[in-house]
């Protein structure tokens, strides 16, 4: 799980930088500036999936791991 925050980030970092720093370069610089921001809403989403995943998963465990207890 770790590995996969870590690839993300360093995907959606380099992007990013890319991306800011090409955009004072080209004519089009709304339009990269645009790209930028939305790699970071993708990077935010992807990190949020991955939290909720994690919550969830460890919620299972806690609640088997209760359940377990209440039955001896």
Known sequence: M?????VLFF???STFAFMMAHARDSGG???LLFA?????MAFVGGCA????????R???TVLQA???ASKK
């Open 49 to 56: 999936v991955l939290v909720s995943y994690h919550v969830s």
């Open 36 to 40: 930028a921001a939305a790699a970071q």
């Open 29 to 31: 610089n709304g339009k």
């Open 66 to 68: 209760i359940d377990l």
């Open 11 to 13: 995907a959606f970092l």
């Open 2 to 6: 770790l590995a996969a925050i870590a």
């Open 58 to 60: 460890m919620t299972r």
